[in-house]
């Protein structure tokens, strides 16, 4: 048992020995190995790093020549924006894909464009309201007649205010009492929106009746000067005030007076209470009527019985009499 023991006591010792001495030097092979390989691909890698600083400094001249371009066409501030961020997008891929090819030679361009399309149909239908309004935020940046600080009008879902600001996604809206609303842009694009600043100018309505027993052209000429005498009525482009008569009332011939004046919507309503202020004086001070609505009784009998209890409710006799 001696024998046998002192043997396998020396055998274990120098069969780890060797073991390690193999892990050791394989560790040293991969770690050589490694290095051979980054000492190989080193100028490839040192170029590459070159083409991404140099795509950085493209992208800088991109920007710049866009709004240079944006600016001789005329485009919108931002649909300008818009512009400029989808050329600097694409300086960045092609930047970075021309890195990673000069880095891995079998690197394919044409394997990942064709993956990518594919993660874009899927993408497509997971996140389907998002795309419907990113394609409708950069349709609106395109052809919309709206901008930035216009006040616009969606009827259908009753919204009016001012746009802070048309995002790919979403569009802000101030509303005239304050609140912020974000309206999805698919939302604007398939509804009737109305662009109440389209112009500098816009046109406001204002009935006004007067008796029948008045003058008609009196009240039309006294209305129509109170109303041009406003300051905030604009008379000059063409543009004046019109005193129509409209039809026949229960009490009094009506008129509908109209005139320009500012597009915004504390414009139209300081503009409004200018107007029905002056035309109110104006009335008064000619001596016009602007009747309260009038209502004639008739008596099937006429009995003095009848005339009598009318006459002492009119007088607070018939409460008395209660």
């Known amino acids: 048992m001696g024998p046998i023991a002192s043997g396998v006591d020396a055998l274990i010792p120098e069969t780890g020995v060797k073991g390690v001495d193999d892990s050791t030097e394989t560790l040293a092979r991969s770690i050589g190995g490694m290095v051979d390989t980054g000492i190989a691909y080193l100028p490839q890698v040192v170029i590459a790093l070159l083409v991404v600083v140099a795509t950085f400094f493209l992208v800088g001249i991109a920007g710049r020549v866009s709004r240079w371009l944006a600016r001789r066409a005329h485009l919108r501030e931002s649909l300008a924006d818009l512009v400029r961020l989808a050329i600097r997008t694409l300086v960045w891929f092609v930047g970075l894909m021309l ?11 044409g394997n990942l464009i064709a993956t990518t399309g594919l993660l874009s149909i899927a993408l497509g239908f997971a996140f389907q ?17 709206l901008e930035i600080g216009d006040f616009i009008e969606v009827p259908s879902v009753d919204v009016m205010g001012k746009v802070e600001d048309i995002e790919i996604r979403m569009t802000q809206i101030r509303l005239t009492t ?5 309206m999805p842009n698919s939302t604007i694009y398939k509804n ?11 046109r406001i309505t204002v009935p006004c009746g007067i008796a029948y027993g008045e003058d008609v052209a009196e009240g039309r000429r006294v209305m129509h000067d109170a109303a041009a005498g406003c300051a905030s009525v604009d008379t000059g482009g063409g543009h004046g005030v019109e005193v129509y008569a409209q039809a026949f009332g229960a009490s009094s011939i009506d008129f509908e007076i109209t005139w320009w004046t500012g597009a915004t919507p504390l414009e139209q309503r300081r503009s409004r209470d200018e107007v029905v202020e002056a035309v109110k004086a104006a009335l008064d001070a000619a001596g016009i009527e602007i009747p309260y609505p009038y209502r004639t009784l008739t008596f099937s009998r006429n009995e003095p019985d009848i005339l009598e209890a009318v006459a002492q409710r009119a007088t607070g006799g018939g409460d008395a009499g209660g």
């Not at 304050?178 to 974000?182: D, I, N, Q, R, T």
């Not at 009737?192 to 816009?202: E, G, P, S």
Request: net charge positive.
């Open 192 to 202: 009737v929106v109305k662009v109440l600043t389209n112009r500098a100018k816009r």
């Open 178 to 182: 304050g609140e912020l609303v974000l």
């Open 99 to 109: 890195a990673a090819v000069i880095v891995f030679p079998g690197f394919g361009v």
């Open 129 to 145: 309201d998002i795309f419907e309004n990113a394609f409708a935020g950069v349709l609106i940046l395109w052809r919309f007649p």
